[in-house]
């Protein structure tokens, strides 16, 4: 089942989720597409959705700040399949998909991703061994939006990547130091050892 038989997208901005988070005790991050464009500083495509990353022990919390949306969870992960997330539930893995709408008549208008964390580290749901320090997660951009670091947000593209992907890959190499480079390539390389991408960070790397 696609997303247009699971009901329309109407995507919010990411400005309207900072100003919807704004009273949020927890860190969140812009993630998708959009984080790419926050941190390139320019639009690059049409968006389909709007996702945003948040750590799954922080569910609870966010539960409480989206109090009065319609939200579903996606289950099992990948199967087209939606149900409700109710009020006190708390998500294990692999659930981590969570579509939003402000009501069961509107578009559905955010797309919430649950990670997973232990202690002060980031750890990738796909990928244990794939962690940062939650400080090294995202970033801030100029309008005050948290956003995901480039870096994470295209190791989660690497995965299967398509034109889009590709082309926020173009947008946002030249924008990587060094230390994101070698931290986007090595991780790469757990999922995928010969990915065109590696080359291309490393290339720049020696340059």
């Known amino acids: ?37 926050l941190a390139v500083g320019r639009e690059l495509r049409p968006h389909g959705d709007l996702d945003v990353l ?44 969570i579509w939003c709408r402000r009501t069961p008549e509107a578009p559905w208008s955010v797309q919430l991703m649950l990670d997973e964390s232990e202690g002060s580290e980031w750890v990738s749901r796909r990928t244990p061994q794939i962690r940062l320090p939650i400080e090294r997660v995202g970033h801030t951009s100029a309008s005050g939006i948290p956003y995901l670091a480039p870096e994470v947000q295209l190791f989660y593209k690497a995965k299967a990547t398509r034109e889009k992907d590709e082309t926020d890959f173009e947008a946002a190499l030249p924008l990587l ?16 050892p010969d990915h065109p991408w590696r080359r291309r960070l490393l290339a720049v790397r020696r340059t």
């Open 1 to 37: 089942m696609n997303a247009d038989e699971l009901g329309r997208w109407a995507p919010e901005r990411p400005k309207d989720m900072a100003d919807l988070f704004a009273k949020a005790v927890f860190p969140w991050w812009i993630a998708g597409g959009y984080a790419i464009e």
């Open 177 to 192: 130091e060094e230390g994101q480079r070698v931290w986007l390539a090595e991780a790469i390389k757990v999922i995928a």
């Open 54 to 97: 948040i750590l799954r022990r922080d569910q609870a919390l966010l539960r409480d700040l989206l109090a009065g949306w319609d939200l579903f969870v996606a289950d099992p992960p990948g199967l087209g399949r939606l149900r409700p997330w109710h009020s006190g539930e708390v998500l294990q893995p692999p659930l981590h998909d």
